[in-house]
């Protein structure tokens, strides 16, 4: 049974660092990829990063490019976000997502390519 997990959030200042974790099972990262998505209140849910396996190529939308960085350990079957230089805005509900199927490349910040959900975790930036 494909499960995630994300957790990690909490309440950080602006200017602040925090890093979510995604915890996999069911699966191993062979040929499938990993998705952050965020959702804020009364606002669409947004992907944020990604990464593809086996090469482990990433990807980011340009509102956390240079702040965000999505990483792996697959020992672990966990993915990480590190997000830095947080900024209120960046408040939202923080879900991981798994994508099974053939990678949609350039899409990859839809959610709709991606196949099982994780429970998210709440990230708070105070100003």
């Known amino acids: 049974e494909v499960q995630l997990q994300a957790s990690g959030g909490g309440l950080v200042q602006a200017g602040g660092s925090l890093r979510v974790s995604c915890a996999v099972s069911?699966?191993?990262?062979?040929?499938?990829?990993i998705g952050w998505f965020r959702q804020a209140p009364g606002k669409e849910r947004e992907g944020i990063s990604a990464i593809s396996y086996p090469h482990g190529s990433t990807y980011y939308a340009d509102s956390v490019k240079g702040r965000f960085t999505i990483s792996s350990d697959n020992a672990k079957n966990t993915v990480y976000l590190l997000m830095s230089s947080l900024k209120p805005e960046d408040t939202a509900v923080y879900y991981c997502?798994?994508?099974?199927?053939?990678?949609?490349?350039?899409?990859?910040?839809?959610?709709?390519?991606?196949?099982?959900w994780g429970r998210g975790t709440q990230v708070t930036v105070s100003s």
């Open positions: 069911g699966f191993t990262f062979d040929d499938d990829a």
């Open positions: 997502a798994a994508d099974l199927d053939r990678f949609p490349g350039s899409d990859w910040w839809r959610g709709v390519y991606y196949d099982f």
